[in-house]
């Protein structure tokens, strides 16, 4: 009876050392690619907007901390040395802890139950253990089947866990793809790598989903070389980094730099841990791929390997950063401007290798999963593979195989970049995290009949951490989809009466044809009942909707006596008017937190000529492609970075450093004023409703046409280029 029990509670048998060595260099391959390739994307997800990396290294360090006890204590201690134990007849992942919770408490939803089922020999996993019909759990237990409305929220639980884990298995290939093929930015324009990434990136998605027919056994020896390799790579990296840049770089794994980082980052640190939270992607699949290896095979490779070189390419990168903190490049905290230079190509050809093992622990856990879910009445049945005649957990299922390639392929083409997938993915991640913390405080008084304090302890430590987050994931969720139209180069001025909101001829405009400049300016031409307007006092300038939109709202205010400028000198007012405001912006829009409800927060600016320390603005036809140059102790340039006929150039006065997002505001607003401005006005037109009675007719469609026809339009109209401007029309019925 004792032998049966040991038998029971190891499917797969005494296996000797060789046998799990084995085990666990073939899981390298297919349990730990995702998280192996974290340390592509983290840093720069977490700085891409909310934080911004300074010279006193307060963010970079933080950050650190953040990803080193996030490491330590979600994958290491909460999964390898206590979820994994929870295994049900040695499968793993969130439909698994349902199952588990099932065989100990009648708390089934699931049609096919019978209670002869009950009588199977592996039906418990423990035993003859007696239990206390006095203690928590036995009331626990009742409390649970007598509640029908708590068994649904049970199998609610986790079938949201297990939609967020195909979800995850969606997001996954995609993201790790994108960031190692980032490393591209090396070797070509941003302009080029932009209509690169996205073919190859699909190119090397479908190599991987056609490997996977292959089997578990097959693809974990053809992928465990390269994810050693990779992961020997980023740890030697990583410690040179530390002895050449900052070998005082583990002073930063201290807790107290978490505190520092969120006392002086605020709300934009605490945005930013939805990147932070992408270094533990992957740690769900250490649980959901159990079926297919052995718990110690799994927890050998990641104690003794996987966790020790993460976080030395996670402290080798933070100590680079906190000696370069100029970085002028798009990649400036991405993962591979901390590799030295003679090493960044052959390191980009194991990174793009990576990224096709990265994304197969995840889709190997999306087959495990759905088997599960198949098997007990809550996925239509499909046809399952066994590709292992050793291990009964290796599968392979052809309909989800090519059913996640092509949802793949279009989240690949659909999101485009790393920073929104992110956000996505960090959501599927934790929220499967959160559930299998739910449904293990549950199993440790149900099924391993532990005291309840060692439950709730559970709950609230690791449900704590989860929970923040899970916050900070949805916030970035609920920050929207962008704008879903074509950007052309050139600066968008639309002409308006509104002082607020958003004109009805733009949303006519894009609605029809989704396409608009990379630079907007809703110009309202305001008098105001005074005789002169000072020049310092001229203009209003705000932002409407976030600050990567680029859309600005400008009202320059006359008195009734006041003269208008010549159109080419109110042009350079207005654009250097925008240039100052974007210099000198410190409102919440700068942060990204802007929204198109409330757009009524703007800035006096005046013009160029009333304003010595504002920014300037000057012209010629000399080519010239530097970026930033300083002209002397009080001034500096910036400047286009392209080569055109006619360069613009905005002479800012010395301040504090230009952090990059403004500088690169300001380069694009600059190119865009190099590219040329489009006029766009509104023509509205008003006519009767159908039934309408012929009086009415009469007076609108005839009477009120005749009127606007021969009434004077606005006094700027008359001096637009008639080569550059457009004009929209909308008709209304009344």
């Known amino acids: 009876m004792d032998l049966e029990s040991v038998i029971h509670k190891n499917p797969i048998k005494e296996e000797s050392w060789k046998h799990v060595l084995v085990l666990a260099y073939q899981s390298l391959g297919v349990v730990y690619g995702d998280l192996s390739t974290s340390p592509l994307y983290v840093y720069k997800s977490a700085f891409a907007e909310d934080i911004k990396h300074s010279d006193t290294n307060e963010e970079i360090f933080g950050v650190l901390s953040f990803v080193f006890w996030t490491l330590t204590l979600i994958p290491l201690f909460k999964y390898v040395f206590i979820v994994l134990r929870a295994d049900d007849n040695g499968e793993g992942g969130t439909f698994a802890l349902y199952s588990l919770l099932c065989r100990h408490a009648r708390v089934s939803l699931m049609p096919n139950t019978q209670l002869a089922d009950e009588d199977l020999t592996q039906y418990t996993m423990d035993g003859t253990a007696a239990v206390n019909k006095r203690n928590v759990g036995s009331s626990l237990k009742s409390l649970l089947e007598k509640h029908r409305v708590l068994q649904r929220v049970l199998l609610v639980l986790a079938l949201i866990g297990t939609c967020m884990v195909i979800g995850d298995g969606v997001l996954t290939p995609a993201i790790s793809v994108f960031s190692a093929i980032s490393g591209l930015e090396l070797s070509m324009s941003k302009e080029q790598h932009k209509y690169v990434e996205v ?5 090397i998605l479908m190599f991987l989903f056609a490997l996977q027919h292959y089997g578990t056994h097959r693809i974990g020896s053809l992928f465990a070389p390269v994810v050693l390799t990779w992961l020997i790579c980023i740890s030697s990296i990583g410690i040179y980094n530390i002895i050449h840049w900052n070998p005082h770089v583990y002073q930063a794994l201290s807790p107290y730099y978490m505190f520092k980082f969120l006392k002086k980052t605020q709300s934009g640190g605490w945005m930013s841990l939805g990147g932070i939270l992408l270094c533990i992607t992957g740690s769900e699949a250490m649980f959901a791929d159990l079926g297919h290896f052995s ?13 020790p070189s993460l976080i030395l390419a996670y402290m080798g990168q933070a100590a680079y950063l906190s000696k370069h903190h100029s970085l002028e490049t798009d990649y400036r905290i991405g993962f591979y401007v901390s590799v030295p230079v003679k090493l960044r190509w052959p390191v980009l050809a194991i990174a793009i290798l990576q990224a096709v093992v990265g994304s197969q622990a995840i889709i190997t856990g999306t087959f495990s999963i759905i088997k599960q879910c198949s098997s007990l009445g809550c996925f239509p049945k499909v046809k399952i593979v066994h590709t292992s005649s050793k291990i009964h957990g290796q599968i392979y299922i052809p309909e989800i195989n090519w059913s996640l390639m092509l949802l793949c392929l279009a989240v690949t083409i659909g999101f485009r970049d790393t920073k929104r997938l992110g956000n996505a993915a960090g959501l599927a991640v934790i929220t499967v995290m959160l559930v299998t913390t739910c449904l293990m405080s549950l199993v440790i008084v149900l099924c391993w009949h532990k005291s309840a304090w060692v439950a709730i302890c559970f709950l609230l430590f690791f449900g704590s951490i989860e929970a923040l987050y899970f916050s900070a994931s949805l916030i ?6 962008t704008l879903g139209i074509v950007r052309v180069k050139g600066i968008g001025l639309i002409h308006t009466e509104l002082v607020a909101g958003i004109p009805a001829i733009f949303s006519h ?3 029809n044809l989704p396409a608009f400049h990379q630079v907007v300016i809703f110009l309202c031409i305001k008098s105001v009942p005074v005789p002169h307007v000072a020049p310092r006092e001229r203009f209003l300038v705000g932002r409407i909707g976030p600050k990567e939109y680029r859309l600005y709202r400008c009202i320059a205010r006359y008195g009734y006596r006041d003269v208008h400028k010549d159109d080419m000198e109110f042009e350079n007012d207005l654009i250097c ?13 700068s942060s990204g937190l802007g929204s198109f409800e409330d757009d009524t927060k703007m800035t006096v600016v005046g013009t160029s000529s009333s304003n010595s ?10 080519d010239n492609n530097s970026q930033i140059e300083g002209t002397s102790s009080e001034l500096k340039e910036v400047k286009s970075p392209k080569k055109v006929k006619k360069r613009v150039r905005f002479v800012v006065p010395d301040s504090p450093r230009m952090d990059m997002d403004t500088r690169a505001e300001l380069v694009e607003l600059m ?9 766009i006005m509104s023509h509205s037109y008003v006519r009767a409703k159908r039934g309408s009675s012929w009086i009415k007719k009469v007076v609108i469609n005839y009477g009120y046409d005749f009127l606007r026809r021969n009434s004077r339009g606005p006094a700027y109209a ?4 008639h080569a550059s401007t457009l004009e929209v029309g909308m008709i209304y019925h009344v």
């Open 476 to 481: 970035k969720f609920l920050e929207g989809p």
């Open 509 to 511: 405009f894009v609605t």
């Open 718 to 721: 008359l001096s637009l280029p």
């Open 671 to 679: 190119e865009a004023k190099e590219a040329g401005m489009a006029f």
């Open 199 to 203: 073919p190859v990136a699909c190119i």
């Open 577 to 589: 008017s925008i240039a100052e405001f974007i210099r000198s912006d410190i409102s919440e829009y």
């Open 613 to 622: 320390e504002g920014v300037k603005i000057s012209e010629d036809n000399q």
């Open 295 to 307: 718990q110690l095979s799994i927890q050998i490779a990641f104690t003794f390997l996987v966790y």
